[in-house]
């Protein structure tokens, strides 16, 4: 599916708009993309996945490799995320984790005790050999759009961890966090190492960009935030800093946090729909770009509020060193895929650089 040549494209995803922004670099125009564009609202997602559970559908390259493609091709964004779960590491090391529709991940002896944490399985990367074969695919069928790799971070996994599946107060986790100190570190620190295996192997097969996905951090204080989870998302950061690969940080609620996620080492921010880039850019400060924030909902509305709110958050966007335009949080379920291709042409076209000048004749 490799696009015909245009020359006023560039062929590398290292020199791809979405690179370049995550860079703070000039770009030709906006880059986008949508998180959870893989899978969710498209049927083709749908029929391919029929009769597959998820985590079993992850594990297959050949699966991961068209789902990942499919939006690619629908949507004309500026890069492929792959299809993948942030539990997955968890899976492969050995944990009994199902993911269930419509629900999400469900922990089958969640982690509840000191021991508990101490009789947690590493993750060998010898067992990822499926997902360096599907990047390597990717990346060769992806050609000049980059791939973007992704892992959860430390907190946001041990919120499945530890409250068994999905939960809105994360009470459990704050509890065990509060009165277990030493063993939470212990915990963090093997899900920070679990992370950056999971993101290295990514990047070595080719992955021109990763997301570190700290969905639920906003449930914290900054100064929780600061002391007990920051530490681990900067150790994954770290693990995988030598690699010259652009680095993207996200999470949900996060405005009283936006410094304290891009002091964990990311090149870019993520920003939920809570507030505006303007004001995002101003808390993150100029030596990282950021990524988002159309409210995912404002996707089910009326075309004339769509194309509202799109302009709204291109221009909002102007403040920050390099933006890629994003959704706030995942992809509703509902969404029409329509609507998300009419998203991606309409960045495009509001944020195209003028063609350079013709040099004067003499
Ligand atoms: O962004 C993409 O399109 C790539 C694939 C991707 C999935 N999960 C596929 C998926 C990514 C990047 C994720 C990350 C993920 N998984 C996060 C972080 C992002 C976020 O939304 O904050 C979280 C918190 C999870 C855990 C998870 N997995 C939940 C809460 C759910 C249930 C919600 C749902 O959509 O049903 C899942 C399941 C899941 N992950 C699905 C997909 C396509 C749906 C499963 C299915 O189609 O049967």
């Known amino acids: 599916?490799?696009?015909?040549?245009d020359p006023a494209r560039p062929d590398l995803p290292s020199d791809s708009d979405l690179v370049r922004a995550a860079r703070g670099l000039p770009v030709s125009r906006t880059p986008v993309w949508f998180m959870r564009q893989a899978g969710r609202s498209l049927p083709e997602y749908r029929a391919l996945r029929a009769g597959t559970a998820m985590l079993e559908a992850c594990r297959d390259p050949d699966l991961v490799t068209e789902i990942t493609l499919q939006p690619v091709r629908r949507h004309g964004v500026d890069a492929a995320i792959l299809f993948s779960d942030i539990v997955l590491p968890l899976v492969v090391a050995g944990l009994d984790i199902e993911i269930k529709p419509g629900i999400g991940p469900v922990v089958a002896q969640p982690v509840r005790s000191v021991a508990d944490v101490d009789a947690l399985p590493l993750l060998d990367p010898s067992h990822l050999d499926f997902l360096t074969t599907a990047v390597r695919s990717l990346v060769q069928e992806l050609g000049p759009t980059p791939l973007i790799g992704f892992a959860g971070a430390p907190f946001t996994l041990a919120t499945?961890?530890?409250?068994?599946?999905?939960?809105?107060?994360?009470?459990?986790?704050?509890a065990f966090m509060y009165a277990e100190p030493a063993a939470w570190s212990r915990l963090m620190d093997r899900l920070a190492l679990s992370a950056a295996t999971f993101l290295k192997v990514q990047m070595d097969a080719g992955a021109s960009a990763v997301q570190l996905f700290d969905s639920w951090a906003g449930v914290l204080s900054a100064a929780d935030y600061e002391a007990r989870v920051l530490p681990y998302s900067r150790e994954v950061f770290e693990a995988i800093g030598s690699r010259d690969v652009p680095r993207i940080h996200f999470g949900v609620g996060t405005g009283e946090l936006l410094p304290l996620i891009g002091e964990a080492g990311a090149d870019v921010v993520g920003v939920d729909w809570r507030l505006p880039l303007d004001e995002a850019a101003r808390r993150v400060g100029h030596g990282r770009s950021l990524q988002g924030n159309l409210d995912p909902a404002v996707l089910l509305a009326d075309r004339a509020t769509v194309d509202r709110e799109v302009r709204r958050v291109v221009e909002q966007g102007r403040a920050a060193r390099g933006h890629i335009?994003?959704?706030g949080h995942g992809v509703l379920p509902d969404t029409d895929p329509g609507v998300l291709t009419h998203v991606a042409e309409l960045v495009h076209e509001l944020t195209l650089s003028p063609a350079d000048p013709t040099p004067p004749a003499t």
Request: charged residues 20%; glycine residues 8%.
């Open 1 to 5: 599916m490799t696009p015909a040549p």
């Open 325 to 327: 335009f994003n959704l």
């Open 160 to 174: 499945y961890l530890i409250e068994g599946g999905p939960s809105k107060e994360h009470a459990r986790t704050k």
